[in-house]
């Protein structure tokens, strides 16, 4: 699952070529929840056998991002109403504890630097693709700076499932409360050095998100 946070660029074998190019389509909305995905398609795109195209398909496939289908190709899955209330849940344990571990370890030039990612965000309000993803970005950088690696790898996989959820939503109905208030308070927090106030702001921001889920998702 650490592969999910690795830049997309010089890939070490063709199946981790095939799994990133598949998971960044997924994650960006090009590959859309019910599409099929044939691997002789893939293979060409890409220029490779189908091989490492459909190694790469089951590796999505544990990640719950593909259904195999015997002799089909994959389909690409989609969250349910109730998974994803469960994603946005478990990211805001997930998260808080990523940040209350990495409090000790930051300094005046990681605030800066979350700063400078909030900043990205606001330049991006209308432009809700790239919005979601200096969001995605955001929160990463984040709790990276706890240099717990599995509880990252944990996270970005939870981004992923629900990202080109977020997207469609996004684009769709809803637009993002200004990106300064509230993540200006995950800021705040940093700032004041207290474990349990990182924790619970970190918790509510990303739960704040649920109600407007839920009721996107009855719709």
Request: net charge neutral.
């Amino acid at each position: 699952m650490a592969s999910m946070l690795t830049p997309f660029s010089s890939p070490a074998t063709a199946e981790e070529e095939a799994y990133r190019f598949l998971l960044d389509g997924i994650r960006m909305g090009q590959f859309k929840a019910g599409d099929r995905i044939v691997p002789e398609e893939i293979a060409s795109q890409l220029g490779m056998s189908r091989m490492p195209v459909r190694d790469a398909f089951r590796r999505l496939a544990t990640q719950e991002l593909l259904t195999i289908r015997p002799n089909r190709g994959a389909v690409v899955r989609g969250l349910s109403h109730d998974e994803a209330i469960e994603v946005f849940e478990m990211r805001a344990v997930l998260e808080g504890l990523a940040a209350t571990a990495a409090l000790h370890r930051i300094g005046p030039a990681d605030i800066d630097e979350l700063e400078r990612r909030l900043d990205a965000m606001d330049r991006c309000a209308e432009d809700l693709s790239a919005w979601v993803t200096e969001h995605r970005d955001f929160h990463l950088y984040l709790c990276g700076l706890s240099a717990r690696p599995r509880l990252v790898a944990q996270i970005a996989a939870l981004h992923v499932c629900i990202e080109p959820h977020m997207r469609l939503w996004l684009q769709s109905t809803y637009k993002p409360r200004p990106s300064r208030e509230e993540h200006g308070f995950i800021i705040d927090a940093l700032r004041r050095k207290r474990p349990e106030l990182i924790e619970a702001v970190v918790r509510e921001h990303v739960c704040s998100t649920l109600e407007t889920l839920a009721k996107l998702m009855r719709t």
